[in-house]
């Protein structure tokens, strides 16, 4: 590929993308054409990214981004527009999962957990709408959850996060579309990544003499149920590439049967009948 054909590419940033679904979104989005930052917090992570991107001959670089950190977003888009002068896709992916009821979770615990799901996926957004505003053009794809729509029990933080970016995400819906930019959620199952070894339980959730234990084990078996039937990561990376390549995309993208079904079920049920269909599912496992 020339050094011209490369500069005519379109140029997206994926957060996260060390593994699972930032990394195979990274991939997909440099396949399709897009000259692609994989960026993620530790760069050293990326080895066997690159070396994917290599062999394929992709236009892929890594490029180090913390989303905890304004500095770090702020140098990496400034780093990026000097190099590329554009900025077409971004897709905040970066996230985690806290797990443990309230009352178990620490304000440092809440804090750390909205500071990158939310307020890293809102600091990335501050930092690209004005020039995607400039360029008359530009899509963000916020990668929110099934957990984003339905709650299941003790996740009330994670599930505030993705709540939250979701409202979010429909209201500047309007205010973007005026100058060209679509914003877009994505909203998948359970997906095979890291996510599940990654999880973070709440230090006071790991107590042997938690009230809420035995709640806890059911759910870490509904989990693993969840687990087995989960998705492969490419399948969320599609859909992205789908979304981002569309000239009028959907406000929504959710991904996956399960993710379907049950964002089906709480919109065709009423609150009380979703909530004793919910809680059925869970009691089962107990
Ligand atoms: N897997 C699922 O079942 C599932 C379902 C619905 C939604 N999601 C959402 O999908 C997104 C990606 O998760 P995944 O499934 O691909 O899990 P994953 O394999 O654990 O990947 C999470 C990524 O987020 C990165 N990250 C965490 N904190 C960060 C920070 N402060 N700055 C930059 N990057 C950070 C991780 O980097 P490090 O390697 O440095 O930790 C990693 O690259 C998350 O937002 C998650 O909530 C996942």
């Known amino acids: 590929m020339s050094g011209g054909e490369r500069e ?9 993308s060390s593994s699972g679904i930032g990394l195979e979104t990274s991939l997909a989005l440099a396949r399709n054409g897009f000259y692609t930052y994989a960026t993620m917090r530790n760069p050293a992570k990326g080895k066997a990214l690159v070396d994917r991107a290599e062999k394929e001959e992709l236009p892929l670089q890594v490029a180090e981004l913390d989303v905890d950190k304004s500095e770090s977003v702020k140098n990496t888009i400034d780093g990026i527009m000097e190099e590329r002068k554009r900025i077409d896709v971004v897709v905040n992916n970066a996230g985690f999962a806290l797990v443990g009821a309230l009352e178990e979770t620490s304000m440092d615990e809440i804090k750390a957990q909205f500071e990158t799901n939310l307020f890293g996926a809102l600091r990335v957004m501050k930092a690209v709408i004005s020039i995607m505003r400039r360029q008359a053009g530009g899509t963000i794809v916020n990668i929110t959850s099934m ?3 339905v709650a299941i029990p003790l996740d009330p933080i994670y599930h505030g996060t993705k709540f939250a970016l979701e409202g979010i995400t429909e209201s500047i819906r309007y ?3 005026p100058f060209g930019i679509n914003v877009v959620l994505v909203e998948p199952g359970a997906v095979k990544t890291n ?13 042997q003499d938690s009230p809420y234990a035995k709640f806890m084990s059911g759910l870490q078996a509904a989990a693993a149920h969840m687990v087995q039937d989960a998705i492969p990561a490419r399948e969320v990376a599609e859909a992205i590439v789908q979304a981002v390549k569309s000239d009028s995309p959907q406000m929504r993208y959710i991904v996956g049967k399960d993710a379907q079904a049950m964002i089906e079920a709480k919109k065709s049920m009423g609150d009380r009948e979703f909530e004793k269909f919910m809680s059925a599912r869970f009691a089962e496992r107990q």
């Open 175 to 177: 205010e973007l579309q």
């Open 195 to 207: 996510f599940f070894d990654n999880l973070k339980f709440a230090h006071g959730a790991t107590r």
């Open 147 to 149: 957990g984003g729509r």
């Open 8 to 16: 005519a590419m379109q140029t997206a940033i994926v957060t996260g």
